[in-house]
């Protein structure tokens, strides 16, 4: 078969498999003001012919749900469950079979992260992520555990490196007053960071005004979603000229891109979102209008976090993405970051698997 026949031969579908992971983490990692120790998600593998090649690559889909480690329900983020996604999948997957890759892109989904799923494996099994760096670039995360003592905080800052200059902090967890006194502690350290501030609408107006009062605005890059109400956040940078970011606001599914004023970044979550054509679309109007968009992750183990890393360097390549949260998993899925034990496919729970021989 000629290079010409064999690019006019679809590239078809010929298994497709869906497997479960549960991965214990070494530490809570923050939802907001909830905190996991424990990451579940599912693998979508997809093998494919294209003339004589064969194919075949593996996506994460995790929907940021379930319960935290008080067995609360986890608020404010994945709106589907596991699953939900399960089930969709799972009944969808035959109708895949046989079809060309770009039936992927086809499938009909009001869950987020099954849409971004789809549109992954399709790019991946196109190639579309391959030969893109996903050499470390990373903001650290710093963020105060459970009745840890600030001079645990220190520490990790003096341990950065000095090529690091900016990290991102989780606020709005204790009293201002140990929250202002966190943010002057690091900058005591390392006065050359400029900090990206999370408050997961942790704040009414008048604590979120009275905290960026007593903060140098100028190392500040912006705080994500700074008040419990949304509309709020205009009147909280017209009161202290703090720049602000929209994180959860997104998740809404009306959500429609619209200029504020003092907003400067949209921190986007894909597998919160949906298929990469809506985050592309998402990104070119914000970024007509002047406001910076940063990937981030949605506590992805380290298969969704490396698609996250190439992704970001094509779609947002002068920005550096929000992925460093895993150092707090126990174990590598499928693909490698360094630590001791990486799961495979083996290793998951086989939930189906359809093929055509």
């Known amino acids: 078969m000629t290079t010409t026949q064999q690019q006019l031969t679809p ?61 609360q329900s986890i608020t404010g983020f994945s709106q589907e469950s596991l699953e939900q996604v399960q089930q969709q999948l799972t009944a969808a997957l035959p109708s895949l079979l046989r079809q060309p890759a770009d039936a992927l ?17 399709h790019a991946k099994l196109n190639g579309k992520l ?25 520490e990790r800052v003096s341990a950065l490196a000095c090529n690091v200059h900016s990290v991102k902090v989780k ?13 002057h502690q690091i900058l005591a350290i390392r006065p ?19 905290f960026a009062a007593c ?6 890059e912006y705080i994500e979603e700074p008040c419990q109400n949304p509309d709020d956040n205009q009147a909280f940078y017209q009161a202290v000229e703090m720049p602000w970011a929209l994180d959860e606001s997104l998740n809404s599914s009306d959500y429609q891109f619209e200029m504020q004023t003092g907003l400067t970044a949209l921190i986007i979550k894909p597998m919160l979102l949906g298929s990469i054509e809506k ?35 094509i779609i947002t390549p002068d920005e550096i993405p929000g992925i460093d949260t895993l150092s707090a998993f126990s174990q590598d899925l499928l693909a490698s970051s360094g630590k001791s034990l990486c799961l495979q496919l083996d290793d998951l729970s086989l939930i189906t698997c359809v093929k055509y021989t």
């Open 11 to 71: 590239l078809t579908l010929t298994q497709l498999s869906l497997h479960q992971f549960t991965i214990d983490l070494a530490k809570p990692l923050p939802v907001g003001k909830q905190r996991i120790e424990q990451r579940s998600g599912l693998v979508l593998t997809a093998t494919a012919i294209q003339g004589d090649n064969e194919y075949q690559v593996s996506v994460e889909i995790s929907p940021l749900s379930g319960t935290d480690n008080a067995k």
């Open 105 to 121: 892109l086809d499938f009909e989904t009001s869950l987020p992260s099954a849409s971004f799923g789809l549109s992954l494996l």
């Open 130 to 154: 391959d030969g893109h760096s996903i050499a470390p670039r990373s903001v650290p995360l710093i963020y105060r555990a459970a009745d840890e003592p600030l001079s645990a905080i220190s």
């Open 171 to 183: 606020v709005a967890q204790d009293s201002l007053e140990d929250e202002i006194k966190l943010i």
């Open 192 to 210: 050359d960071l400029k900090l990206r501030l999370d408050a997961n609408r942790g704040f009414s107006l008048e604590q979120a005004i009275e």
């Open 215 to 220: 903060l140098p605005i100028t190392s500040i």
């Open 279 to 313: 985050l592309q679309q998402l990104i070119e109007t914000a970024t007509e209008h002047g406001v910076r968009c940063i990937l981030s992750s949605s506590l992805e183990a380290s298969l969704g976090i490396e698609a996250l890393s190439r992704l970001a360097t």
